[in-house]
């Protein structure tokens, strides 16, 4: 078994353009190919049984619906009460988790156990519960199982330090980044952002370090270029570094600048290369999304990628064709048309008013629900209540609430222990 040292944060003694090489001169025993080899082992079986997990998310409800639609059986797992998916019918298989951030230990013994009870054949992680799969995983054996990078990968695409040299290893023109603490040796005239190395939900200070914040090594910053431009967001799905689904899309509606809650397709062809671009350089399997500014001169630059699923996957063609990429690595899942317009009808009624209510008008009537559906409305209901539900625990634990939703499954680069 990994020594349990071995998951612990470490900062390279290389450059990550460097362990690029290092892992494209690896044999073929690697976690994309042990994911490989058991997808074509249960392709054609008659029963496959799918454990989706972050069932909270929206987007949980999206890849459970798919799988289902796939013959698949499907179980679905969080580390809190997943109110809208124990209302999806057909009815899933529910299951609760410790939480991994708080409780490590136990979050890995209940996946083995239920790894073991119910056979699984394949764990979609769509939620930042990725990054403790991924070390429960390479710990306790079955990454082989997993649709997800290796921890090492995962760290370096969710690091605002390390992605920015990654992608420029691809050939993509990423923004350029410094960490903090290091050298200040930014041109004093230059527009910048400050982020957290790991962080989530836009969480930036223009211009100048937030007062109070002092990087420190165990807890570095990332001043970043500021670009100007289009901002568009993409989701992608990946195996051993082949596409099989690019969805690149607009948010047209946000809360507090960061997560969006309706989102409209758009034909960028030159992002999508981009994607694959840095696909194939990382060598990863999973679901790897990012945000990009096309700037006016039509530099393509993504800022950060959250190598998990976003809202992109909504705006897939067809409900089956989510399985079949994540699933088929010869396929390639067809975008909905470019202006296809969808939206979380709860986010929409508890956020859609003054500024919004005339966009909200016109996005209720022009786009479509990914929570409910035609004969299946209930989840609407269960997603209020898992929304209450968080708002009532930040509230006690004096929180926002959109940091409430992941304070249980997000990691910042601690040892997993």
Not at 24 to 36: H, I, S
Not at 209 to 221: I, K, M, Y
Not at 255 to 270: D, K, M
Request: aromatic letters at 8%.
């Amino acid at each position: 078994m990994p020594d349990q040292d071995s998951l612990r944060d470490r900062t390279p003694a290389v450059s990550w353009a460097a362990a690029l090489r290092v892992q494209q001169g690896r044999d073929k025993q690697t976690a994309p190919f042990q994911v490989a080899c058991r997808l074509a082992a249960v392709r054609g079986r008659v029963e496959r049984r799918v454990l989706v997990t972050g069932a909270r998310a929206p987007v949980a409800l999206e890849v459970a619906r798919s799988f289902g639609a796939a013959g698949w059986q499907v179980h679905v797992a969080d580390s809190v009460t997943p109110f809208a998916a124990w209302c999806l019918r057909p009815r899933v298989s529910v299951h609760r988790l410790p939480p991994p951030r708080q409780a490590f230990a136990a979050f890995r013994r209940a996946l083995l156990n239920l790894l073991n009870t119910h056979a699984l054949d394949l764990i979609v992680p769509t939620c930042e519960e990725v990054f403790w799969l991924a070390g429960a995983a390479h710990l306790d054996g079955w990454a082989d199982r997993l649709f997800a990078p290796d921890l090492h990968t995962l760290r370096a695409l969710h690091s605002k330090i390390l992605f920015p040299e990654l992608a420029r290893a691809a050939g993509v023109e990423a923004p350029r980044t410094w960490e903090l603490p290091g050298p200040q040796d930014f041109p004093a005239d230059l527009p910048l952002i400050f982020k957290p190395e790991f962080s989530r939900f836009g969480v930036v200070s223009p211009g100048h370090l937030p007062v109070g914040v002092r990087p420190t090594s165990a807890r570095r910053w990332a001043a970043q270029e500021r670009l100007f431009g289009e901002e568009v967001c993409v989701w992608s799905v990946a195996h051993a570094g082949t596409l099989t689904a690019c969805v690149v899309y607009r948010p047209t509606l946000r809360h507090a600048g960061g997560a969006a809650f309706a989102f409209e397709s758009l034909n960028r062809p030159e992002v999508v290369g981009m994607a694959r671009a840095i696909a194939r350089a990382a060598g990863a399997t999973g679901q790897l999304s990012f945000d990009v500014i096309i700037t006016p001169e039509g530099r393509v630059a993504p800022v950060e990628c959250n190598p998990r699923a976003v809202s992109g996957l909504h705006l897939l063609a067809h409900p089956e064709a989510l399985a079949e990429a994540l699933t088929r690595p010869q396929t390639w899942a067809q975008a909905a048309a470019p202006g296809t317009l969808r939206y979380l009808s709860p986010a929409l009624a508890l956020l859609g008013g003054a500024p919004w209510r005339a966009e909200v008008g016109q996005t209720w009537r022009a786009g479509q629900d990914v929570v409910g559906r035609p004969g299946n409305r209930a989840p609407v209901v269960g997603a209020l209540l898992d929304a209450a539900r968080f708002a009532g625990a930040a509230a006690v634990a004096g929180r926002r609430v959109v940091a409430q939703t992941t304070a249980d499954i997000e990691w910042n680069g601690e040892a997993m222990q």
